[in-house]
């Protein structure tokens, strides 16, 4: 355990609401990454941080790494059983007032609690910020995760968050939460093994999501991570659709508990959601998890969609129907190409590129130079 933990209720004061912060580590298979994530917890200017870091039943080189660290970090060896499984481990025995789940593969920034205390409120039930896209040598791809049209406010997140069951936020490592929201949901239990999923989706009901618009986690794409893509996988389409829906359901029965009635078809209206949902459609129907769904629906789901504010600029939401349009009705070798660009982002034309950045649709990483912008994006 980090040694200044000890130090946690000294540094709480009335200018000063938060106190330990735990920085809970989830890994399988990822010792190459693994010792700059756990140096970047180490190294966080804050002066009462503990790190514990969960292995998941690796079968590489994971074991020596952490213990080669000592005493800095608390180590949870356990068997393969998905990331809920090592929220639900890390969390146990942790003891902060925050809690970050980093990513392995995903770098924090010095700063971050500094910037995030700055922010913090009893009433708070998790700080998001900003992630710089990296690849997997480290370097700078250009892009921000996500980009915002508008920062929204906590008020906006909860009304985004019930109409279409969603809300711009990045993965796991950018989210700081309480410990007091998440003794309210974890232990998690479900089918689905991304435990940022449940958090993320609960936070909106159980406090307030505060943005910082700052890029404050390097988040690393290097074609094993679940949540990003560097080549066109049809499969992963419908994963990340069933992963939505999964989200949703949760999502409505954590509201419910708190008198919130999310609609039945919240999630169809997420704009976020239906270029996956037609993605997974046109390229591999037969594997499709939505029952009954068709192009049409889909269209017409995005028509009611663009209208229904969730953070988008006229510009952004005028774009993505286009791309709609055009993936859902081009013949399929074309519309591959469209879910090529959308999902893939290295594989853009540069002139699409520019034309997307004249437009506002996309921004540039300011802290990345001109020939960075080719890196590839998340799917988000």
Not at 51 to 73: C, F
Not at 108 to 136: C, F, G, N, T, Y
Not at 156 to 166: C, I, K, Q
Not at 246 to 262: D, E, K, P, Q, S
Request: hydrophobic share 45%.
């Amino acid at each position: 355990m980090n040694a200044s933990a000890t130090t946690a209720k000294s540094t709480r004061s009335s200018e000063q609401p938060l106190g330990l912060v735990s920085i809970v580590v989830s890994s399988y298979n990822y010792a190459d990454f693994l010792p700059i994530a756990l140096d970047s917890a180490l190294a966080l200017d804050w002066p009462a941080v503990e790190v514990i870091v969960v292995d998941d039943g690796s079968t590489d080189s994971s074991r020596s790494v952490i213990e080669s660290y000592g005493d800095r970090v608390t180590a949870v060896f356990q068997s393969n059983q998905g990331q809920t499984s090592a929220y639900n481990a890390g969390f146990a025995r942790s003891r902060g007032d925050a809690v970050i789940f980093l990513d392995a593969d995903d770098i924090l920034h010095p700063s971050l609690i500094r910037r995030v205390a700055r922010v913090w409120s009893p009433a708070v039930s998790k700080v998001q910020v900003q992630m710089r896209i990296i690849d997997e040598q480290g370097r700078a791809q250009g892009a921000l995760l996500p980009q915002y049209d508008v920062v929204p406010s906590a008020g906006d997140v909860t009304r985004w968050m019930t109409a279409t069951s969603d809300y711009p936020t990045p993965p796991g490592s950018a989210n700081i939460y309480a410990r007091a929201f998440l003794e309210k949901i974890i232990p998690i239990s479900g089918e689905n093994r991304a435990g940022d999923s449940y958090c993320i989706a609960a936070a909106p009901f159980l406090g307030e999501v505060v943005t910082v618009a700052e890029p404050l986690v390097s988040y690393r794409v290097h074609g094993r991570n679940n949540g990003a893509m560097s080549s066109l996988d049809a499969r992963r389409f419908a994963k990340e659709v069933g992963r939505a829906m999964g989200r949703f359901h949760y999502a409505r029965a954590i509201a419910a508990r708190t008198g919130v009635t999310m609609p039945e078809r919240a999630v169809h209206r997420g704009l976020r959601f239906l270029p996956y949902r037609l993605a997974s459609l046109r390229l591999e129907a037969a594997t499709h998890p939505v029952a009954g769904d068709s192009v049409s629906r889909v269209l017409s789901d995005a028509a009611r969609a663009v209208r229904e504010p969730q953070g988008y600029s006229a510009r952004s939401r005028a774009a993505l129907l286009g791309w709609l349009l055009l993936t859902a009705t081009l013949p399929l070798p074309l519309a591959k190409r469209l879910i090529l660009w959308r999902f893939v982002s290295a594989s853009r034309p540069e002139t699409l590129r520019r034309a997307l950045r004249a437009l506002g649709v996309l921004r540039a990483d300011p802290e990345a130079g001109p020939s960075s912008t080719r890196g590839v994006a998340p799917c988000a």
